[in-house]
């Protein structure tokens, strides 16, 4: 596909979309649902990662897939510690990091985001590393220390509205373990903004305590399917939070305002043979594992009706539904503040992951098939039920 024609591709949907606002949906226009909410469904037009073969196409563990300007594919492999350049179509083009701490080396690189001057950004377990990326090499410029203890925490790389990054990780409260922004200043000072103390970041779970050598040590045992915090940041430099119990996401803005989203308050899906089947696998693990005579939980009879949320480009939140077992799409709320302005769907077997890159007519995500073998899948949106 040229650039005229990608071009075109991505504005399509936008565009529509200020078309049926304005002037209101015709017949053969964008299709809504029954309350009147635009819909679009989307195909997976890309897809590639392989069991064997050539080695750029063999992935370990896909965790951040960004489109530059150039529709470039810049995809994270966290195991191979290596950063990946494809063409708009899936060739490749060139790699970049390679293991070590050295200048321009990665250590698990986990995730990417293009800085407000252009430049990538890349999370690894301990730092940031920036590259400046031309037409055929990454060259190494700077980078930052993470400013928090989450050491190989997987998080969005967001920067706020004075260009300060953020960085999303743990730290300890007087009352126990939480998660904040960190805002890194040019001047090297960190601004942190505490996001959830002990009940939030332990959402859906309990502690035990066991020995490891002379040292208590404590785990976190979740309950099956049970509610849980969920965050999500916006490249505006806003973020939001939700339980995943609940439809009802609280926004918070960068002017320090707040407000929330509230939707239809339905119950989750009934818990599937297959899914009790699992859920009672993990709590025999904890038992076995934690030595437990009985586990704190009970196993639900339904799931939450919250699977995610996050942030497209262009800052609107999806608020993306539990399923059905069986479905073949997923499918999410769009909302721009707090106004549902469209519905999206999606195969199911795309997951956007923990660092979504979605616009209004694309979206990445990865794939993975019963050989656990990792592929890079692009969707495409057009209207649609």
């Not at 586990?295 to 009879?301: L, Q, S, V």
């Not at 939450?304 to 997923?330: H, N, Q, Y």
Request: charged fraction near 25%; glycine fraction near 12%.
């Amino acid at each position: 596909m040229n650039e005229h024609s990608r071009a075109a591709a991505s504005m399509s949907v936008p565009l529509l979309l200020a078309l049926c606002f304005g002037v209101g949906c015709s017949e053969g226009g964008i299709e809504r649902s029954p309350d009147g909410v635009p819909t679009f469904r989307g195909t997976v037009d890309l897809e590639f990662g392989e069991i064997e073969g050539e080695d750029p196409y063999l992935f370990t563990r896909i965790e951040s897939i960004v489109e530059d300007t150039g529709g470039r594919l810049i995809v994270a492999d966290l195991q191979s510690d290596e950063v990946r350049v494809f063409g708009s179509e899936g060739d490749f083009l060139f790699r970049f990091g390679g293991p070590g701490e050295g200048p321009g080396e990665l250590t698990q690189p986990c995730c990417l985001a293009f800085g407000p001057d252009g430049k990538l950004w890349v999370r690894e377990s301990t730092r940031y590393s920036v590259f400046r990326l031309d037409g055929g090499n990454a060259e190494y410029d700077g980078g930052a220390r993470i400013a928090h203890v989450g050491i190989g925490m997987v998080a969005p790389i967001t920067f706020d509205a004075e260009g300060r990054l953020v960085d999303i990780g743990s730290l300890m409260t007087e009352d126990g373990g939480g998660t904040a922004r960190f805002h890194h200043g040019f001047d090297g000072a960190v601004d942190t903004v505490l996001m959830a103390g002990p009940e939030k970041y332990g959402m859906g779970s309990t502690t035990v305590e066991r020995m490891i050598g002379d040292t208590p040590v404590g785990f976190f045992v979740y309950q099956p399917f049970g509610p849980l915090w969920l965050h999500a940041h916006s490249p505006s430099g806003a973020w939001a939070e939700a339980v995943t119990s609940e439809y009802s996401v609280t926004l918070h803005h960068p002017d320090g305002t707040v407000s929330r989203v509230e939707g239809p308050q339905a119950l989750g899906p009934p818990l599937s043979p297959s899914d009790l089947e699992w859920a009672q696998a993990s709590i025999d693990r904890d038992l076995q594992r934690f030595d437990l005579r009985n586990h704190p939980f009970e196993i639900p009879d339904r799931k939450p009706p919250l699977a995610d949320i996050f942030f497209d480009r262009s800052g609107r939140l999806w608020v993306e539904k539990t399923g059905t077992d069986g479905d073949e799409m997923r499918e999410a709320d769009v909302y721009a503040g707090s106004a549902l302005v469209a519905r999206y769907r999606w195969p199911r077997r795309v997951s956007v992951g923990d660092v979504p890159w979605v616009t209004e007519s694309v979206l990445y995500g990865t794939t993975r098939d019963s050989l656990d073998v990792r592929r890079v899948a692009r969707v495409r949106f057009e209207p649609g039920s």
